[in-house]
T-cell receptor, first 112, second 118 residues
Framework: DAGVIQSPRHEVTEMGQEVTLRCKPI?????LFWYRQTMMRGLELLIY????????DSGMPEDRFSAKMPNASFSTLKIQPSEPRDSAVYFC??????????FGPGTRLTVT | DAKTTQPPSMDCAEGRAANLPCNHS???????VYWYRQIHSQGPQYIIH???NNETNEMASLIITEDRKSSTLILPHATLRDTAVYYC???????????????????FGKGTHLIIQP
C-alpha cells in the first residue's frame, strides 16, 4: 500500500482565499483523523471520522473550518476564508485500530 | 487520560542503545502506553504499544514497570535516522475490547528530542 496520501504537499495562498486539503487514507482503514501542527501549539486533533461519519469535531478551531468524507477513500479539509494564523502543517492519519494511526506526509499551508 | 512526562531532549551515540524514559504515574488499569516518533518534516510514525507486559517489534522494545507508572522505549542499535521527537502517549485502548465509546484521536505532548550523534 502507498500509505496515506495527502495533497497538495505545499500550499501558499492569500488571506481570504478558500483552501482545500485532500487526503486518501490507507485502503481498509475505517478511522480518519485530521491534525494540525504549529510550533506554538504542537500537534492538535481537529476532527476524526469513523466509517465516513464525523465523530468528534470539537478540535475544529472555528466555523471557517469544515471537513468531509464522502467515501471511504477520500476526505477534504476546507478553510474558508483563510487567515494567516491558519498557517501550519496539516496531517491526515488513518487507522484500523483507533490508536495505531498511520500519518500522511502533511500539507504545509502558508497564508499570507 | 493519564498525563505523561518525558525529558525534553537526549543524546545517544550511533550504534548504542537509546533508552527513552516516560513517567505516567496516574495511569489507569485500562490505559495503554503508546509510542510514536516524528522525524523532521515528516508525519508521526507509530512505533509500539503495550499494556503491562514488555513488548518488542522490529523497531523497538517497550519496557513497562510492574506498577505501570513508568516505561522505557529502547532502540537497540540507534542510527542517525533515528534522530526524531519521540512521543509517549497513554490512552484507553481503541481495540475491539474497548466498549466505552467517545473515541478520541491522539494527544501529543512535547515529547523527547532524541539526537543520535555520529
Amino acid at each position: 500500500d502507498a500509505g496515506v496520501i495527502q495533497s497538495p504537499r505545499h500550499e501558499v495562498t492569500e488571506m481570504g482565499q478558500e483552501v482545500t486539503l485532500r487526503c486518501k487514507p490507507i485502503s481498509g482503514h475505517d478511522y480518519l483523523f485530521w491534525y494540525r501542527q504549529t510550533m506554538m501549539r504542537g500537534l492538535e486533533l481537529l476532527i476524526y471520522f469513523n466509517n465516513n461519519v464525523p465523530i468528534d469535531d470539537s478540535g475544529m478551531p472555528e466555523d471557517r473550518f469544515s471537513a468531509k468524507m464522502p467515501n471511504a477513500s477520500f476526505s477534504t479539509l476546507k478553510i474558508q476564508p483563510s487567515e494567516p494564523r491558519d498557517s501550519a502543517v496539516y496531517f491526515c492519519a488513518s487507522s484500523l485500530v483507533r490508536y495505531e494511526q498511520y500519518f500522511g506526509p502533511g500539507t504545509r499551508l502558508t497564508v499570507t | 487520560d493519564a498525563k505523561t512526562t518525558q525529558p525534553p531532549s537526549m543524546d545517544c551515540a550511533e550504534g548504542r542503545a537509546a533508552n527513552l524514559p516516560c513517567n505516567h504515574s496516574t495511569i489507569s488499569g485500562n490505559e495503554y502506553v503508546y509510542w510514536y516518533r516524528q522525524i523532521h518534516s515528516q508525519g508521526p510514525q507509530y512505533i509500539i504499544h503495550g499494556l503491562k507486559n514488555n513488548e518488542t517489534n522490529e523497531m523497538a522494545s517497550l519496557i513497562i514497570t510492574e506498577d505501570r507508572k513508568s516505561s522505557t522505549l529502547i532502540l537497540p542499535h540507534a542510527t542517525l535516522r533515528d534522530t526524531a521527537v519521540y512521543y509517549c502517549i497513554v490512552r484507553v485502548a481503541g481495540w475491539i475490547e474497548y466498549s466505552g465509546g467517545g473515541a478520541d484521536g491522539l494527544t501529543f505532548g512535547k515529547g523527547t528530542h532524541l539526537i543520535i550523534q555520529p
